[in-house]
T-cell receptor, first 109, second 114 residues
Framework: GQNIDQPTEMTATEGAIVQINCTYQ??????LFWYQQHAGEAPTFLSY??LDGLEEKGRFSSFLSRSKGYSYLLLKELQMKDSASYLC??????????WGAGTKLIIKP | DAMVIQNPRYQVTQFGKPVTLSCSQT?????MYWYQQKSSQAPKLLFH???????NEADTPDNFQSRRPNTSFCFLDIRSPGLGDAAMYLC?????????????FGAGSRLTVL
């Protein structure tokens, strides 16, 4: 079966750095996505990795290792508005998106 | 601004009373999706359309139907909602192809079943 694993919940402090990990086992690989979802709202796109390495976009960075089936999302200079769920999703060999259940990130002052 | 609009944002229905949720898009994307998402769970794909081609996920219950009368609009019909169908229903669009094909989501329709 296909599977995406993420921690259920993480807590971090405003101004700090947090790393959210995602491991995947899928039938093939055609890219990995991170989406942010605030409570009661729709997911919004954060990042896309298809090659190994780090993609940086402002305060957010995403890393991919295809050989390890592993990605992380790094959030720097945390702000209260970053409190949200972060969803990892992988596009498999059929270009179907396999979603993780998301990591709920709680930011404390 | 180009966007994906879902109506209604909140829908309350009674057990067994049919419901229709709508989605419209101004992005001119050829692919449209309906997802069901329950609290703290991954979005679950119900259907998607590549242009007019309808694709039904194998485990989508028969109680759920969909229509796409044109490129811009898509509807989700729940014929006889049960308590287990209470969820957020998300419409999303993308362009097809082998690239990133990022999904753009609507704000969602939250369904409550009494």
């Amino acid at each position: 079966g296909q599977n995406i694993d993420q921690p259920t919940e993480m807590t971090a402090t405003e101004g700090a750095i947090v790393q959210i990990n995602c491991t995947y086992q899928t039938s093939g690989f055609n890219g990995l996505f991170w989406y942010q979802q605030h409570a009661g709202e729709a997911p919004t796109f954060l990042s896309y990795n298809v090659l190994d390495g780090l993609e940086e976009k402002g305060r957010f960075s995403s890393f991919l290792s295809r050989s390890k089936g592993y990605s992380y999302l790094l959030l720097k200079e945390l702000q209260m508005k970053d409190s949200a769920s972060y969803l990892c999703a992988v596009k498999d060999s059929n270009y179907q998106l396999i979603w993780g259940a998301g990591t709920k990130l709680i930011i404390k002052p | 601004d180009a966007m994906v609009i879902q109506n209604p944002r909140y829908q309350v229905t009674q057990f067994g009373k049919p419901v229709t949720l709508s989605c419209s898009q101004t992005l001119n994307h050829n692919v449209m999706y309906w997802y069901q998402q329950k609290s703290s769970q991954a979005p679950k794909l119900l259907f998607h359309y590549y242009d007019k081609d309808f694709n039904n996920e194998a485990d989508t219950p028969d109680n759920f139907q969909s229509r796409r009368p044109n490129t811009s609009f898509c509807f989700l019909d729940i014929r006889s909602p049960g308590l287990g169908d209470a969820a957020m229903y998300l419409c999303a669009t993308s362009i097809s192809g082998t690239g990133a094909n990022v999904l753009t989501f609507g704000a969602g329709s939250r369904l409550t079943v009494l």
